[in-house]
Every structure is written in C-alpha cells, then in structure tokens.
C-alpha cells in the first residue's frame, strides 16, 4: 500500500488556467505539508495544515489555497497558473505537528506550465 | 531567518566513506533532519538529531554539533544505489517545520 500518494502524476497546462492536485496518505498522520521544488532542486515549504492549524509560508502567492476534505487528505488548487509555476509538488506527511522532522513524501506532481 | 550551506557536489568510489557537511544559522533551533532524493523520485527520511552526538543507522550515521551549528551525514560502505541528493534540514522550535538546504548530489563511481 503506498503510504503517501498523489494525482495526477504529471500535469501538463496553459497558463491562466486553474489546476489542483490531490494528496492521500494513509498513515494515519496528523499533519500534512505541500512543498515546491525548483529545477535546481531546491526544496520549499509551501503549507504546513493539521486540523487546527494552518501555516502558510508568506512568500507562497495567494493564487495557491490547500484544501483538506479530511485528516487524510490534502489537495493543492492552484489559480491563473504562471510559467514560473512549473516545478515538482510534493506532498508530505508526519505523524504530528511536533514530528515535522520525520516526513514522508508523496511521489511527486511533475507540473508544466506553457 | 534561516540559512543552511552543503555542499553542492561530492563524488567518491564504491567502498568507500563519504561525509556530507552541513552548517546552519536559525534563531530557534530544534534539530536537524537528513533525506535521501534519487533522480526523478521523492525525497525519504534518513535520520534525525537534536541532541550533540552520533546516530546510527546501518551504514548510515549522522552526527550533531549544536554549539558549532554544524552536523554531517556519514556515509560508509558505499554502493552504486547511494548516488542520489542527500539534503539536511534545519528544524525550527514551534512551528517543527523543515528548512531543506539546496542538497549535495552524491556520485559513486565504480
């Protein structure tokens, strides 16, 4: 059983189109985070969300909103896409807020913004 | 804020023992974190340090200095399959969100 999953794998669209992007674990964890990755690979946090409380990295623009249907799920809708958009989303989840040190990812949403 | 510094490249021979630095400033510090990353794959967790010392895991070991905010990532008997990024990320009290440093690709050579 794959513990953190995400749809759809790769994500090919237009720019200013609207897009989302699902994330399922099934861990049983309480937090789940959504992270950007840039083609140097760099790795940043995007949203920290456990059922209380939401982080947001400010420089995040506001054209990104998670939505979290339930504890096992986390889903990323992203607004009036731009090129710079393109990147690699992954989705993550610890057993807590406090274990944000010892993440499982998802495998990744590949996304390409033309 | 935050900074962590890796390097950006390590290469080394099946076999052998490598070690990964990485140095950090943050103004709240609760551990440091180590991931694996292998080309097109997602990011694993490796190990995990909040206090001063070394862990053990296999022929992975990561070992902690608070005082110098540096740690190390150590890398013994290595295999064709650790080529990968290997990433240190610095935790900060009360939020316990990661800050990844920008990863050392890891290259073994035969």
């Known amino acids: 059983d794959t513990a953190v999953s995400q749809t759809p794998k790769y994500l090919v669209t237009q720019m200013g189109n609207d897009k989302s992007i699902k994330c399922e674990q099934n861990l049983g964890h309480d937090t789940m985070y959504w992270y950007k990755q840039d083609s140097k690979k760099f790795l940043k946090i995007m949203f920290s969300y456990n059922n209380k409380e939401l982080i947001i990295n400010e420089t995040v623009p506001n054209r990104f909103s998670p939505k979290s249907p339930d504890k096992a799920h986390l889903n990323l809708h992203i607004n009036s896409l731009e090129l710079g958009d393109s990147a690699v989303y992954f989705c993550?989840?610890?057993?807590?807020?406090?274990?944000?040190?010892?993440?499982?990812f998802g495998p990744g949403t590949r996304l390409t913004v033309t | 804020g935050q900074s962590l510094e890796q390097p950006s490249e390590v290469t080394a021979v099946e076999g052998a023992i490598v070690q990964i630095n990485c140095t950090y400033q943050t103004s709240g510090f609760y551990g440091l974190s180590w991931y694996q990353q292998h080309d097109g794959g997602a990011p694993t967790f490796l190990s995990y340090?909040?206090?001063?010392g070394l862990e053990e895991t296999g022929r992975f070991s990561s070992f902690l200095s608070r005082s110098d905010s540096y740690g190390y990532l150590l890398l013994q008997e290595l295999q064709m399959k650790d080529s990968a990024s290997y990433f240190c990320a610095v935790i900060e009290g009360g939020s316990y969100i990661p800050t990844f440093g920008r990863g050392t690709s890891l290259i073994v050579h035969p």
């Open positions: 340090n909040a206090l001063d």
């Open positions: 993550a989840s610890s057993q807590e807020a406090s274990g944000g040190y010892e993440q499982y």
